[in-house]
């Protein structure tokens, strides 16, 4: 493992005021947002989409990592060039979802477990070669009556923890992805315990596979009441919660924390991450940025809808966001700035 490296390209990543962008969708995902607004859910489609995206004007002004999905990492642009040196040419890094998605939990009816750690060692060794330097594993965990269960909250925090030392093992900085899910009725209180529970998890597996803190940057929910919740919280309570939540379970050691989005809006995720640095910035011994989904493709993708004459529009719009979402790591948003696209 090359520490040295490892701390660098974590550094970058979290660097200034940038964040990363995921645009790693698996095909079954990528198509189901593209059904939803009529986009035919072909191969081509989905090429074209990331190929808008990464040929966005001024993207690594805000944007310093894009988390590719293996068949994009593959695909080539209508002139030829490959989507991943497209990106690399732009100044960003490139960085590549390596689980296989979540499966059932066998004996654990709704809970899932991410696999994937099946020949990871020779992919990642492969995606090293074609220019990628971080990597992603994202783990889902429910809440409901009776969930989280020890024993999905302990499967998934070994495969995070086996995959990220693979990760720096193969020279790629892992992204640490337990997702709590925002579907249920449970209220703020409810996911911080959740929350919490599983991050000190996670972090003693990461500690027993002696992973490099410093070259981890941590993907987290923020701390939510679940979407069907009788009483939704304020920006002021989300932000209070979950810098709470990250500083009683996060280690300072780590490079960094990335938010993703988990089905908020672009707005709403953004004022959250503006409140946090407003804040609490003083308080904050780790980087503190966004790895959006959702928050930055979803407004784009309904403005492009599958159509060329739409693309520069839907660039815009992808930028604007990616502004905004910069500008909240500055403590700088504020709600003006949506009425001002550029
Ligand atoms: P969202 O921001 O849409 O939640 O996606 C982030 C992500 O990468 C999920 O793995």
């Known amino acids: 493992m090359d520490k040295q490296t490892l701390i660098h390209t974590a550094t970058t990543l979290l660097a200034g005021s940038k964040g990363l962008l995921a645009m790693d969708e698996s095909n079954g995902t990528c198509n189901k ?13 989905r090429r074209d989409w990331r190929e808008l995206i990464a040929t966005t004007p001024n993207l690594a002004k805000n944007i310093s990592g894009v988390i590719l999905y293996d068949e994009t990492i593959h695909q080539k642009r209508g002139d030829g060039k490959t989507i991943i040196n497209t990106i690399i040419d732009a100044g960003i890094i490139p960085g590549i979802k390596v689980d296989t998605g979540a499966k059932a939990l066998a004996g654990f009816p709704r809970e899932k477990i991410t696999e994937g750690l099946d020949g990871l060692r020779e992919r990642l060794t492969e995606y090293y070669k074609m220019g990628a330097r971080f990597a992603k594993w994202r783990a889902v965990i429910a809440i409901g009556e009776g969930i989280p269960t020890r024993a999905c909250i302990e499967a998934n925090a070994n495969a995070l923890s086996r995959y990220a030392a693979h990760c720096q093992e193969a020279g790629l900085v892992p992204i640490v992805e337990p997702e709590v899910l925002m579907e249920g009725t449970h209220d703020l209180q409810r996911c911080f315990t959740v929350t919490e529970d599983v991050l000190r998890a996670v972090f003693i597996q990461l ?16 701390v939510m009441p679940g979407l069907r919740c009788a ?6 309570e989300v932000a209070e919660a979950t810098i709470q939540c990250l500083l009683q379970s996060v280690p300072a050691a780590v490079g960094g924390i990335a938010f993703l989005s988990g089905g908020q809006s672009g707005e709403l995720a953004t004022a959250h991450l503006n409140d946090m640095h407003v804040r609490y910035r003083s308080k904050l011994p780790w ?3 966004f790895s959006f989904a959702r928050a930055i493709q979803q407004p784009a993708m309904s403005i492009w809808h599958g159509e060329e004459k739409n693309k520069s529009a839907a660039q815009q719009s992808l930028y604007h966001r990616a502004k905004c979402d910069d500008a909240a790591r500055r403590g700088e948003y504020n709600t003006a700035m949506e009425s001002t696209i550029i």
């Open 33 to 45: 947002r593209f059904a939803k607004i009529g986009i035919p859910q072909t191969e081509d489609a």
């Open 207 to 222: 500690y027993l596979q002696g992973v490099m803190l410093e070259g981890v940057i941590l993907k987290s929910n923020m």
């Open 231 to 236: 009483h939704q919280a304020t920006v002021d």
């Open 287 to 289: 980087p503190l940025t």
